[in-house]
């Protein structure tokens, strides 16, 4: 199965542009609970980790996901081995997935730690993990704007991989103990507790999501159309563009929950640097999150090595659930040359100081807290 991708001959600008249009369409995201109620079973927090610089980029040929029969390995994880016959590699353990999601996913916890549950509008209790800070710190507001009165709550960080397969994508259907929020603290006092299916969502960052519906939606010869209007400039007919494939109802990314955008450029690979600023181990293809942290990779890239400056980027989209789902099955790609490059948002900056230590760090540059539920 391969990624999709949109016209094999995107330009930078163009890239930076897409980028720049999912600022102008953004979405909002409303949280408005009915009633907030905690998971039982109390954990502590831990934060994401500082952001570091930990990769060094190189250009080079893309790898993998479809490749020929007759294509030869490159050492990037990819292609046949010379003799005619595609190599193939083996699925990725739930363990190395779980390592490779080693990324910080935001949700609401009381001080002690408990997950808060919001009802939607079909009365489901629903528990949200934000990608983006700044949209759980909107959630956090709002909820505590709608229960004046009520004991405090925070954003916790909570490591993606360990709640992957054990809440979010869980087959099973497990309940779990849910107390009304500000019943107390004393689990003896069993009156306002119910046992109740949860539901676990995954929020992406509003702009990310808006820019994958865009590039969903372009139709043939719209991305000629947006690089001239962006070159002349023309915004009016730039902006035009933009809301046709954003309103395109056959784009993807229609849900504000559980639809995950998950972007890389063709052409790039990382390497993880050591304490001296040296690049080390392997070449490791990038998979991001926030187009803005794509975006900056990309620009790091092209200062680092300006010969590249009118390189052609291929920007390639796919959905997380998707592209897990092809972790966990042999393919003719090497996912475990695959990194998830931790997302950097402009509004997620101001909240660096107010993460608490992270112990949890991995080999891949993640930092997602420890936290987990329990049922």
Not at 47 to 71: C, D, I, P, T
Not at 110 to 139: C, E, P, T, W, Y
Not at 226 to 243: G, H, T, Y
Request: hydrophobic content about 35%; overall charge negative; glycine content about 10%.
């Amino acid at each position: 199965m391969a990624l999709r991708e949109f016209n094999p001959r995107l330009r930078r600008c163009r890239l930076l542009f897409l980028y720049a249009a999912g600022n102008l369409l953004i979405l909002t995201a409303i949280c408005s609970p009915n009633e907030i109620v905690p998971v039982a079973d109390p954990r502590n927090s831990l934060s994401a980790a500082s952001s570091r610089s930990l990769f060094g980029v190189r250009g080079g040929a893309f790898f993998g996901f479809g490749r020929s029969s007759k294509s030869r390995g490159d050492g990037d994880g990819g292609g046949g081995d010379g003799d005619g016959t595609p190599k193939r590699f083996p699925a990725l353990s739930q363990d190395e997935i779980e390592e490779k999601l080693n990324i910080p996913v935001f949700g609401l916890t009381d001080a002690q730690g408990n997950g808060v549950i919001l009802s939607d509008s079909d009365k489901n209790n629903v528990f949200h993990f934000f990608f983006s800070r700044h949209m759980a710190d909107a959630a956090l507001r709002s909820v505590c704007d709608a229960n004046r009165g009520a004991p405090p709550l925070k954003v916790s960080a909570f490591h993606l991989g360990k709640c992957w397969f054990r809440l979010i994508n869980n087959t099973g259907s497990p309940e779990y103990k849910l107390r009304k929020y500000g019943g107390g603290d004393d689990v003896s006092n069993s009156g306002d507790e119910v046992t109740r299916a949860v539901t676990f969502r995954l929020v992406p960052n509003a702009k990310d999501l808006m820019g994958a519906r865009i590039l969903t939606g372009l139709k043939p010869g719209d991305v000629e159309q947006l690089r001239d209007a962006v070159e002349e400039p023309n915004p009016p007919k730039a902006l035009s563009i933009i809301q046709c494939a954003a309103n395109n109802g056959s784009a993807s990314f229609s849900s504000p929950f559980d639809q995950i955008p998950v972007f890389t450029i063709a052409q790039m690979r990382v390497r993880k640097k050591d304490d001296q600023g040296n690049s080390v181990g392997d070449n490791m293809m990038p998979f991001h999150f926030s187009t803005k942290t794509m975006s900056d990779t990309w620009n790091e890239f092209v200062h680092q090595s300006p010969q590249f400056q009118d390189a052609e980027a291929t920007l390639q989209l796919i959905e997380l659930h998707t592209m897990i789902e092809m972790m966990q099955s042999e393919s003719d790609f090497d996912f475990r040359n695959v990194v998830f490059i931790y997302p950097q948002y402009d509004n997620d900056v101001q909240n660096n100081d107010k993460d608490d230590d992270d112990d949890d760090e991995s080999d891949d540059g993640g930092g997602g807290g420890d936290n987990g539920m329990n049922d």
